[in-house]
């Protein structure tokens, strides 16, 4: 790929034009006629001179509340009530997929004003109605071209300056870390720590989660699924040759996603968004919130650990209630996305109804990427061309950016959050030239926030007061460990640092009973900040489109340690040797450890730990005693 042909050229190429793509447009149309067709019925009720009734209900059918103009008197009140309601609505379409409630509010709207109406309509409510109208088309008229103004503007900075920043974004990428020296630091312990002190614990128990919501970001899932992704990395970067607790962790969080509290929003949102009130299977339609993000968290683990469990039928089952459970595994939720897929007429399918959000999709190729290097599939070859085209075509604006959220009903955009800093993460899985190019553009988009802190260093400083979306306080710890996490993907350090220095001098970091935190940031901007402390470049997209090397999946495993008295910073084989380094996570002294994997009836030497010399069982297992004190290395290496 080359700097012509990205989006950000073609947009920079067509100014004064407006970038729609066909399916949009045709919705979008659609939408229009239905709404002209909707204000001629109720126009006809004055032409043809109804009853009062008739053009009070055929008002409403122009704006909501229209029809309380024409009941006059104390009546009219009710419109701006009606409005405000009818925007309470749209909030709640929009929040939790209710697609009924816009509906509900303006037709009920104008069948109450036709209830109200007298003996007489007042004639002067069709000029209100109209000019109550007019305003809101050019309010979002205006609106609209503004931004399209300020799209095509971006557009062209952004060529200007975009060889510059690619090339050095190439540069800072072509270095890949040494799988094999590679080693959890003390400081990234703590990080860890604090993930598996809430994934270790029961699986129905709560300790350290946001518990807000199940619709919107702070919502149990997004949290477990950003978890799996850290430990994820964690496992396959630094300890693939350790089963243990790590794995057990990871094991926990996916059988906590399965519980009927977390998946249980999309009953309600079946009800009122499809109008389905009998079958609730959350991998079914739509709902890529579930099975994209899901998808990749199982399979990351798999690929990381060599776990194939979660292949066998059944082994990923939603269970609604004692009578009924939805029986899923890997590659049925996996399944589910390509056949949504398959049927997709933007390309992009919804997360909830009506709703298509393009970082959900990129959750969605991300699964078919890791269902590909678990399974031998061909999903991104199949799948991904015509996907890239509808993201360009239907999903892009005039600067060249993806927009964030679109109406799949009416085609019209939504204002939503959405950066090249998500983005770029995520297509790193897929089509990494294409991230890079995202990258290029955050990089230099968030460069200027960079600045000196009160003691030099330089650091992050975002503006406003800022918004932590996992538990809807204010901050910019969830933006600070965002911006981290897609600056170490890149190999960009001096960025990485400031948003480090950002995180340590804003969001209240502390360390207790050696577990590191953030106290004012949510559990997901805490599980970003453990990403961003571990990742190195391209750490992410290998953990879900590579895996370990190979001799580390064949390799002997360090299968049973304490924790947290036993901390492994680093379990690695080359196939068939066992290379750990561990710390003490509760005081110095004797600790168990419990070896597998190895050669049935094979002797192995054993330095760092006791005994000296072991045979290794008829099922591959074997146990050590080590004395941790500080950083302690052990290594098993075949007998000669």
């Known amino acids: 790929m080359t700097v012509l042909d990205t989006p950000f050229h073609a947009a920079a190429q067509t100014l004064g034009e407006t970038r729609k793509g066909p399916v949009t447009f045709a919705r979008q149309r659609r939408t229009l006629v239905i709404y002209?067709?909707?204000?001629?019925?109720?126009?006809s009720a004055w032409l043809f001179d109804a009853s009062p009734a008739l053009k009070a209900a055929g008002l409403g059918l122009w704006i909501p509340g229209g029809g309380f103009l024409a009941v006059g008197g104390w009546a009219a009140l009710l419109f701006p009530l009606a409005m405000a309601l009818f925007v309470g609505s749209l909030i709640a379409w929009f929040w939790a997929g209710m697609v009924v409630a816009p509906v509900g509010v303006w037709l009920g709207s104008?069948?109450?004003?036709?209830?109200?109406?007298?003996?007489?309509?007042?004639?002067?409510?069709?000029?209100?109605?109209?000019?109550?109208?007019?305003?809101?088309?050019?309010?979002?008229?205006?609106?609209?071209?503004?931004?399209?103004?300020?799209?095509?503007?971006?557009?062209?900075?952004?060529?200007?300056?975009?060889?510059a920043s690619l090339a050095e974004v190439g540069r800072r990428t072509a270095e890949r870390p040494d799988p094999e020296t590679r080693e959890l630091s003390p400081e990234d312990l703590s990080a860890v720590r604090y993930l598996l002190d809430r994934a270790l614990q029961p699986i129905d128990e709560w300790g350290g989660f946001d518990v807000i919501e199940q619709f919107q970001p702070s919502a149990l899932r997004y949290q477990i699924n950003h978890m799996g992704f850290a430990l994820g990395i964690a496992q396959g970067a630094y300890v693939p040759n350790f089963t243990g607790y790590m794995g057990q962790a990871q094991r926990n969080l996916i059988e906590k996603y399965l519980l009927r509290k977390v998946w249980g929003y999309w009953i309600y949102e079946s009800c009122w968004g499809h109008l389905n009130f009998t079958d609730w299977d959350p991998a079914k339609k739509d709902n890529i919130m579930l099975t994209g993000w899901f998808g990749m968290h199982v399979g990351q683990y798999m690929l990381a650990s060599g776990d194939r469990r979660y292949l066998e039928p059944g082994s990923l089952t939603f269970r609604q209630d004692a009578r009924t459970a939805y029986r899923h595994d890997f590659n049925t939720l996996i399944g589910s996305v390509t056949s949504n897929y398959d049927r997709a007429e933007f390309g992009l399918y919804a997360c909830e109804p009506n709703w298509i959000y393009p970082i959900c999709n990129h959750y969605g190729m991300g699964s078919l990427a890791v269902q590909d290097a678990v399974c031998g599939t061909d999903n991104v070859a199949r799948y991904l061309p015509r996907w890239l085209k509808e993201l360009d075509t239907e999903f892009t604006d005039e600067s060249g950016s993806i927009i964030g959220l679109k109406s799949q009903l009416t085609g019209l955009p939504v204002p939503f959050p959405a950066s090249e800093i998500g983005y770029s993460l995520f297509e790193n899985i897929f089509v990494p030239d294409r991230a890079k190019l995202l990258w290029a553009v955050a990089r230099r988009e968030v460069g200027p926030a960079v600045r000196p802190g009160?003691?030099?260093?330089?650091?992050?400083?975002?503006?406003?007061?800022?918004?932590?979306?996992?538990?809807?306080?204010?901050?910019?710890?969830?933006?600070?460990?965002?911006?981290?996490?897609?600056?170490?993907?890149?190999?960009?350090?001096?960025?990485?640092?400031?948003?480090?220095?950002?995180?340590?001098?804003?969001?209240?970091?502390?360390?207790?009973?050696?577990?590191?935190?953030?106290?004012?940031?949510?559990?997901?901007?805490?599980?970003?900040?453990?990403?961003?402390q571990i990742m190195k470049t391209g750490d992410f997209a290998r953990s879900f489109a590579e895996g370990p090397p190979e001799g580390a999946r064949r390799g002997p495993v360090l299968e049973r340690c304490a924790y947290p008295e036993v901390l492994v910073a680093r379990a690695f084989s080359h196939g068939e040797d066992l290379e750990l380094t561990l710390y003490p996570g509760a005081g110095d002294g004797a600790q168990a450890l419990g070896l597998a994997r190895l050669t049935p009836g094979a002797a192995y030497a054993v330095t760092g730990a006791t005994p000296a010399r072991i045979v290794a069982g008829a099922d591959g297992m074997a146990d050590l005693s080590v004395t941790l004190s500080g950083r302690t290395e052990v290594r098993v290496t075949p007998a000669a």
């Open 36 to 43: 002209l067709a909707l204000a001629a019925l109720g126009l």
């Open 454 to 532: 009160p003691d030099g260093r330089p650091r992050l400083m975002l503006p406003g007061a800022g918004l932590d979306v996992g538990n809807y306080r204010s901050g910019h710890a969830y933006a600070y460990a965002s911006i981290l996490a897609g600056a170490k993907e890149f190999g960009d350090t001096e960025l990485a640092e400031a948003a480090q220095a950002a995180l340590d001098a804003d969001c209240g970091r502390t360390v207790e009973g050696g577990v590191r935190r953030y106290l004012k940031g949510s559990n997901g901007a805490n599980t970003y900040a453990v990403m961003g």
């Open 110 to 163: 104008a069948l109450l004003a036709g209830a109200l109406a007298g003996e007489t309509a007042w004639s002067g409510a069709p000029y209100m109605a109209a000019g109550a109208v007019g305003l809101v088309i050019a309010g979002f008229g205006r609106r609209t071209a503004n931004l399209r103004k300020k799209g095509w503007e971006k557009a062209a900075n952004r060529e200007a300056y975009l060889p």
